[in-house]
């Protein structure tokens, strides 16, 4: 079977799942802290798909700021990308947990690092370094029209440096995948909790249901300069 047909049918069934489990109860085992979080249901989803773990004390830490590592690796198991790959980061070391789940982001071409020559693995993953990294995956499909921004009270924080930042914004704001808080800002620049990137997951998986015509994880030319 062709390897991305069969990453689309892994998403698909994790998504559409015709059995549930319930493992947020603490006295089954799950997590002791999301129980009532907004984002119960999405962590739930793809930590029983195992595209989220938790940690060893039990547990999720759901507004806990996501870092870039934890983001690739979160990335990668959600479309089913092996991290196999060796990193070509001068930060990112052999004997690092996330040493191949970075390496296999960077063959995929989703990432590309900063212009130093290090990925900063430790770093909070910002939104638009998220969403970069999500459209890359997406195939960087075309979209030129911006014009959806302007109704963001914060819009103007988007760096006007690379065209591809506003691009990649309005493009996910025109599939709702993008996250909108409720004073109308996207807070571009702010770091990205764990909770927030497993609702960004939960979009872009019902965005891949919808649009058939998008493959998913398709290899990029890295950028040596898009910060993601």
Same mark, same amino acid.
């Given at each position: 079977m062709n390897k991305k047909l069969f990453a689309w049918l892994v998403i698909s069934a994790m998504?559409?799942?015709?059995?549930?489990?319930?493992?947020?109860?603490?006295?089954?085992?799950?997590?002791?802290?999301?129980?009532?979080?907004?984002?119960?249901?999405?962590?739930?989803?793809?930590?029983?798909?195992? @595209?989220? #773990? /938790? !940690?060893?004390?039990?547990?999720?830490?759901?507004?806990?700021?996501?870092?870039?590592?934890?983001?690739?690796?979160?990335?990668?198991?959600?479309?089913?990308? @092996?991290? #196999? /790959? !060796?990193?070509?980061f001068s930060d990112v070391k052999p004997n690092d947990w996330h040493y191949f789940q970075v390496g296999a982001a960077f063959e995929k071409g989703y990432i590309a690092g900063f212009p130093d020559g290090t990925f900063r693995p430790n770093q909070n993953v910002t939104h638009l370094q998220a969403l970069i990294m999500l459209y890359k995956l997406l195939g960087s499909p075309e979209y030129s029209d911006v014009t959806n921004l302007s109704s963001f009270a914060d819009y103007n924080q988007i760096p006007a440096d690379n065209p591809l930042y506003r691009q990649v914004v309005a493009y996910m704001v025109s599939e709702g995948v993008i996250n909108v808080y409720p004073d109308n800002t996207l807070r571009i620049n702010n770091s990205v909790s764990r909770a927030e990137l497993a609702s960004l997951l939960h979009k872009v998986g019902k965005m891949m249901l919808d649009n058939a015509q998008i493959t998913p994880a398709i290899s990029t030319s890295p950028s040596p300069t898009d910060g993601a």
């Open positions: 998504l559409i799942g015709v059995q549930r489990v319930t493992i947020l109860d603490a006295a089954e085992g799950g997590f002791t802290d999301i129980a009532g979080h907004w984002a119960q249901d999405y962590i739930e989803e793809f930590v029983e798909s195992g @595209a989220l #773990s /938790g !940690y060893s004390d039990g547990t999720f830490k759901p507004d806990s700021y996501s870092t870039r590592a934890e983001t690739v690796t979160m990335f990668n198991k959600f479309f089913n990308i @092996a991290g #196999s /790959g !060796y990193a070509k």
